[in-house]
């Protein structure tokens, strides 16, 4: 190991050893000879050092005025540009996604810091009538202070900055707890804020486990926002911790998306979307079709074009510009596919393409499963309810658009959906029906841009979105201004009549 690995915690602007003195590994998921980092494992001590440094950066940063706090962004997004590449290629060694995948989840974050960046000569508030004479009243924007956030490995750029960008803008100050199998991508973050000019303290890294610092991130009494990402199982326990003290909490948690294909739909097109849906980014996004629904007078056709696309596609090292699945984050993720998988069969679903471990050679020496379909799968079985994140998709049919409508809607998750069709009338009326934070017509269940709201009704998250201008609304709290220049009493309500 050598010594250049060793990454710190950046914290108050500097970068620090955790004073636990130990540290943890992150090896490529694609081969676990490859070394990419050493990380320290931090304690509540570290945590809690950082968030005093964000609370006393805040006393200064929320007074810059916003175009500035934006000029800075600015800056930020140009360099990140410029490190694209560098950027991507580390991810796929840390994450495994493949390199077009990476450069896109980097150009996500770029999207998001010019966006917001953008937001400091915008950040609106309303002017509106006072009902009363010589009276002014106005709405503005005012920051929480310090947020917590913890992000996941899926999108190790992506998600951070569009927790990150949103929050600064609006004048927080932050600290992150990004994944431990993907701390590298939010470590160059810092360090890009850091040379950009971005004083010291308003953004702040603390590497290691959820377990060991989660109590810290969410209760310490500056923290006023928490944004979490990630399980259902864990989102709940942030939302517990962080109603005791009214913090907030903003929360991105499981899907089940499903992608409906009428008998209408332009097949070729469809298999395009289910393939890039289920089989992207390993399906491990949060958005990944796990549920496919099919007509039942099109889906013998449309399985077996499906399984024959899937059973072909190129399994390996993300690295490699020709591969097109890379593997599973880790051990225990493999662990969790190959038993869902098991689950499957045993459930009585047939299996139709895939279903193992890849073995031999290279990829021995990382977490790669094959592309895997399932069909003949039922509304009762596990591997239709939950979340399996990895690449497995369910195969279903049904007889009418009612129907697939009423399956679509059967799940405790509401991310993302998405209709093959070639009728207005049936996409209009599933666009309002299926009760879903985001909807896709003709189009496959991922692919949401940053500047539309992203998150999902019912247990995928807790009425927030995230991305867009929803995502000031996390950040900052309204405040109404009114201002009386008649110089007398005015009662609101009394004197109006
Ligand atoms: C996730 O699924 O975890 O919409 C995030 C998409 C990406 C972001 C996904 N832009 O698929």
Request: aromatic share 8%; proline share 4%; net charge negative.
């Amino acid at each position: 190991m050598s010594d250049n690995k060793v990454q710190k915690n950046f914290i108050n602007g500097k970068w620090i050893e955790s004073k636990s003195g130990q540290t943890f590994e992150n090896r490529n998921p694609a081969d676990t000879d490859d070394l990419v980092g050493v990380f320290q494992k931090s304690t509540a001590d570290d945590v809690n050092m950082a968030i005093e440094a964000a609370a006393q950066a805040y006393k200064k940063w929320r007074l810059v005025p916003a175009p500035k706090r934006g000029e800075l962004l600015f800056k930020v997004a140009d360099r990140l540009v410029q490190e694209k590449e560098a950027i991507s290629q580390q991810m796929t060694r840390e994450m495994g996604k493949v390199i077009k995948e990476t450069r896109g989840d980097t150009q996500e974050a770029i999207d998001m810091t010019y966006y917001m960046a953008g937001e400091g000569r915008r950040l609106f508030g309303m002017t509106t009538p006072s009902e009363m004479a010589n009276k002014f009243n106005m709405t503005i924007r005012q920051p929480l202070g310090v947020c917590s956030f913890i992000t996941p490995w899926n999108f190790p750029i992506a998600i951070p900055s569009w927790k990150m960008m949103p929050a600064l803008i609006c004048g927080n100050c932050i600290v992150i707890k990004p994944a431990t199998d993907t701390p590298a991508s939010v470590a160059y973050l810092m360090k890009v804020c850091e040379e950009e000019g971005v004083p010291p303290g308003v953004v702040n890294m603390v590497t290691g486990s959820g377990g060991a610092l989660g109590d810290s991130l969410i209760n310490h009494p500056a923290v006023k926002v928490v944004s979490f990402t990630g399980s259902t199982e864990v989102g709940r326990k942030v939302s517990e911790a962080c109603s005791t003290n009214f913090k907030h909490s903003c929360l991105e948690m499981g899907g089940k998306n499903v992608q409906i294909v009428m008998d209408d739909a332009d097949l070729d097109l469809a298999v395009d979307g289910a393939l890039w849906g289920a089989f992207g980014t390993t399906g491990q996004r949060c958005t990944a079709t796990s549920r496919l629904i099919v007509h039942k007078d099109v889906a013998d056709k449309m399985t077996s074009m499906l399984v024959d696309r899937a059973a072909k596609l190129k399994v390996g090292s993300g690295l490699d510009e020709t591969v097109e699945m890379g593997p599973c984050i880790n051990q225990g993720q493999l662990e969790t596919v190959l038993s869902y998988i098991e689950i499957g069969k045993k459930e009585g679903a047939s299996l139709t393409t895939g279903g193992e471990r890849l073995t031999g050679g290279d990829y021995d020496k990382g977490f790669f499963v094959k592309p895997t379909v399932f069909t003949g799968v039922t509304q009762k079985m596990r591997i239709w309810k939950e979340e399996i994140f990895g690449p497995v998709l369910s195969i279903a049919t049904f007889d009418s658009f009612e129907q697939a409508v009423e399956m679509a809607n059967d799940t405790v998750y509401g991310l993302s959906a998405s209709i093959y069709t070639r009728d207005v009338n049936k996409a209009y009326t599933a666009m309002r029906d299926v009760y879903t934070g985001i909807f896709y017509v003709n189009a496959p269940t991922i692919g949401a841009e940053t500047h539309l709201p992203f998150g999902g009704t019912k247990e995928t998250g807790n009425g927030h979105r995230e991305a867009a201008t929803a995502a000031l609304d996390v950040f900052s709290e309204w405040k109404s201004i009114y201002v009386d220049f008649s110089g007398t009493l005015q009662r609101a309500q009394i004197d109006n009549a």
